[in-house]
């Protein structure tokens, strides 16, 4: 049985990402495990499948050792790995500069949700 892809997954791979994105959809995906993500449901999964077709690319800022963690905090809720992942989101959000991941999340706005006024991808997250 083929699984089609989830149409955030398809944006993802015929559009060009520069390194500071990977850095902007890896922070996402950061919050998003530590729980302060304000997204809704259907935004994390939407986020969640870039980032899969994403972190295997070069970021600019962030270390590329942040991939095996986010993996691991995924596939399982340890105390001690949410605490690393809460550490990292912080620094990841402390190192991009707000107006780069603004711009990052209006361009996801953009693609994902032309007709959403109101997107939940908003400029808390």
Request: charged letters at 25%; hydrophobic letters at 45%; a negative charge.
């Amino acid at each position: 049985m083929m699984i089609t892809p989830h149409p955030a997954a398809l944006w993802a791979q015929t559009t060009p990402f520069s390194p500071i994105d990977i850095d902007c959809v890896t922070a996402v995906m950061l919050k998003i495990l530590d729980s302060k993500c304000k997204m809704g449901q259907a935004e994390q999964i939407a986020l969640a499948a870039i980032y899969d077709v994403v972190k295997d690319q070069q970021g600019e800022l962030l270390d590329s050792s942040l991939h095996p963690l986010i993996a691991s905090a995924r596939q399982q809720h340890d105390e001690a790995l949410l605490t690393i992942i809460h550490a990292q989101r912080v620094h990841a959000e402390s190192v991009i500069p707000k107006p780069t991941m603004k711009a990052f999340k209006q361009r996801l706005r953009n693609a994902l949700m032309p007709n959403k006024a109101d997107s939940e991808i908003d400029d808390d997250d």
